[in-house]
T-cell receptor
Framework: GAVVSQHPSRVICKSGTSVKIECRSLDFQATTMFWYRQFPKKSLMLMATSNEGSKATYEQGVEKDKFLINHASLTLSTLTVTSAHPEDSSFYIC????????????FGPGTRLTVL | GESVGLHLPTLSVQEGDNSIINCAYSNSASDYFIWYKQESGKGPQFIIDIRSNMDKRQGQRVTVLLNKTVKHLSLQIAATQPGDSAVYFCAENIPGNQFYFGTGTSLTVIP
């Protein structure tokens, strides 16, 4: 149980294009999902907290107009990197809270974004 | 944010030996802790968790110890195997708040 999937697992795009990454909780409902960014050999950097049916809460320094987050259902959150540039190349990971007090956070497998 | 730090960035152990990975946290209000394992190119994988009303929890070949007095968390892996080679993160959670992650410890198992 508690499986989180991400799609695509890897994407290469040209500079200036937009890329959408999907995060799904496969066997549970997640009112809260998180989006992280990870640089090589570094820890996870929280970008935003996504709550179903409401606007995402972005961490300081994260551009909300560049990283659009939509959490339209209890099992799906999407992150759209708009007008991507090479500096946006990174490993993006989502996670979902399993529910209840003291939620356990389960991670997706990550999406490797390369912007040429 | 909260600081969750790991004492050692890298750890090498001989196959079959026990591994101990340490983690310090700074917020006494944290009441829930998780250890994750991350292999190269993959997302973090849940290993084991512990709540603040416990000081020890055991799983399959893994044990987590929590010392609230000194705000210290450790992960013990028994009979370490090559497949255990990965980066290990600890994470702390304050009720109603986000999770805070440490910088990670890279474990290398020497055959």
């Amino acid at each position: 149980g508690a499986v989180v999937s991400q799609h695509p697992s890897r994407v290469i795009c040209k500079s200036g294009t937009s890329v959408k990454i999907e995060c799904r909780s496969l066997d549970f409902q997640a009112t809260t999902m998180f989006w992280y960014r990870q640089f090589p050999k570094k820890s996870l950097m929280l970008m935003a907290t996504s709550n179903e049916g409401s606007k995402a809460t972005y961490e300081q320094g994260v551009e909300k107009d560049k990283f659009l987050i939509n959490h339209a259902s209890l099992t799906l959150s999407t992150l759209t990197v708009t007008s991507a540039h090479p500096e946006d190349s990174s490993f993006y990971i989502c996670s979902a809270l399993s529910g209840g007090a003291g939620d356990t956070q389960y991670f997706g497998p990550g999406t490797r974004l390369t912007v040429l | 944010g909260e600081s969750v730090g790991l004492h050692l960035p890298t750890l090498s152990v001989q196959e079959g030996d026990n591994s101990i990975i340490n983690c310090a946290y700074s917020n006494s209000a944290s009441d829930y802790f998780i250890w994750y394992k991350q292999e190269s190119g993959k997302g973090p994988q849940f290993i084991i968790d512990i709540r603040s009303n416990m000081d020890k929890r055991q799983g399959q070949r893994v044990t987590v110890l929590l010392n609230k007095t000194v705000k210290h968390l450790s992960l013990q892996i028994a009979a370490t195997q090559p497949g255990d080679s990965a980066v290990y993160f600890c994470a702390e959670n304050i009720p109603g708040n986000q999770f805070y992650f440490g910088t990670g410890t890279s474990l290398t198992v020497i055959p």
